[in-house]
Structures are given as structure tokens and as C-alpha cells.
């Protein structure tokens, strides 16, 4: 076919040709695409005609594809499937956002000003219904046990569509009179509160790399809001993500200490639902939020 002559094609052409091609018989072809067949025929005569030869010949069976045909058909299809791709994005563009997103987060951002992100889209989309999950367990996003979901860890293996939203920094976080009682000493004779490391250690890997080595792990938590309100109390010195203990107004960060590096916090959603419209809104929009404020995450001062 020359460059010319494919030119002459559109995709009236292709989808009368696919109608056929697929059927076996001129009838068949129209009634699948609700066409009249003597206009399918006609334009099937035109096409052939503009090709300068045969797409199908005749069998007792129907009409089989020549060697052009079967040359054409995967094309045709191709051709089929983007033109409803296309219409799936006016379709999704156009359509009133509405119905439940299901996500799921660890409890620590229920403290901090994602909260608000949250609050704002659900008044910006009044019809979508944001479902949240608030858990500490990593959501199976491949069995569809969340449609999104927040996460804070070095890196994501799971077979998702993931966004690294931000990388975060974390600090050693105190009430004011414990932090009279910090010395530009490595922590000695300070307590820090540990996260279910076993029950006889003083110490761990932690604390030998922060910026209090000789701190002595005394009390422990299970749970991430306990552990905030304990070292809030003036129980200790507990490492929090800088995001969260920032937002606390009982707490301060502990003085002489840099921040370190922590996890980075990651937006996920499964491969199925991209192209769905609320879920896409909702993830377009937070994203652009906490990238918006990553200074709340990685704060000045971080050692890199």
C-alpha cells in the first residue's frame, strides 16, 4: 500500500474492515456495529478499492482475510484501542467526580497536617468519600485491600504505581524542663524512650548512631502516640519524625543535636486504578500538597 493510498483510510474504514474481519460475513459485521450491511458492503468495496486489492475472499465458510488483510488487522487494532483510550480520558475528564477512595496510613500522619489535606479535598470534592484506614500494617494494595495508600519507608517493592513524595528528617524530641537537663555530653545520664527493643538492652544501634550515644534506653512503648505522650509527660528523649514532633506544642527538639535522615513517604495506588477519575484527583492532589510543604519534612540543618 502506498503512502498515498494509506492515507485515504479513516477510522470508519478500519472499524467497518475489524466488523467483518472478526464476524466472517457482511451481515454479521453490521449487526455487531448496528451498521445496515449493504452499507458495510459498500464501504468495504471502497476500501479495497482505495487499497488496489482484495481484504477478504470468499469461502464456504464466509469471507477469510488475503495476506493484506492479516497485514492490516493487527494495525486495525491497534488503531481500535487507542480511539478508546481517547475516549476514556474525555470520558474520565468530563465525568462528576464521585464515590469512596479507600485508603490506608500509618497512625503517626493522623498527627500531622495531612489532616488538613484531607479536610480540604473532601470539601473541594463534596461527592467523593474518602474511607480511611489508620494502621501501622502494610496494606496488600495487589488484592485491592486499599485503593491508596500512604506509606513511610526506605523503598517500596510492591508491584504498585509508587510516588516518593519526600524524603524526612527525624530529631530527638523532649518537654522544656527535660531539655534543661540535656548537656553538650552525648546524652550521658539522659534517658531515651525505646520502640519494643528487648526488654534488658540499654542500648541499641539507634541510639549508637544519634546524636546521644550514651543515652541509656530505660522505658519502652508498643505504639507510636504513647511514645509522644510520654516524652511530652518528661519521661525521656524519644526520636520522632520531624513533621510530627514539630506539630506537637508540648514538645520541643532536644538542644544540641542535628537532625538526621529518616524514611522517605511514599504515595501508592494500584496500576488498575490510575486511570480512574476520583482516585486520580485524589492522588494529584495530595502529592501536590506535601511536595508543596516538604520543608515540614526535611527540615534545615539535616544531616545528609
Known sequence: MSLR??????WDDLKFFLAVARKGTIRGGADSIQANHTTLARRLSVMEAQVG?????????????????EDLLPIAERVEEEMAAASRVIVGRDAHPSGPIYITMPHGLALTSIMDDLTRFAEIYPEITLNMNFTNNVE???RR????????????????VGRKLVQMSQAAYCSKDYAKRVRDNGGEGLHLIGWQEPEKDTTARWVQQSCYPKAVLKHRVSELVPLISLAASGLGMAYLACNLGDQHPELIRAPFQHPLPYRN?????HRDLRN???VRLF?????SEIKRRRNEFWVAGTLS
Open 276 to 278: 480512574t477519575t476520583r
Open 140 to 142: 496488600d494494595l495487589t
Open 145 to 160: 485491600e486499599a485503593d491508596v495508600s500512604l506509606r513511610v519507608a526506605h523503598e517500596v517493592t510492591d508491584d504498585v
Open 5 to 10: 493510498e494509506a492515507q485515504t483510510l479513516n
Open 265 to 269: 513517604l511514599w504515595l501508592l495506588l
Open 283 to 287: 492522588v494529584d492532589y495530595l502529592a
Open 53 to 69: 486489492s482484495r481484504l477478504f475472499d470468499r469461502s464456504n465458510t464466509g469471507l477469510v482475510l488475503t495476506q493484506l488483510g
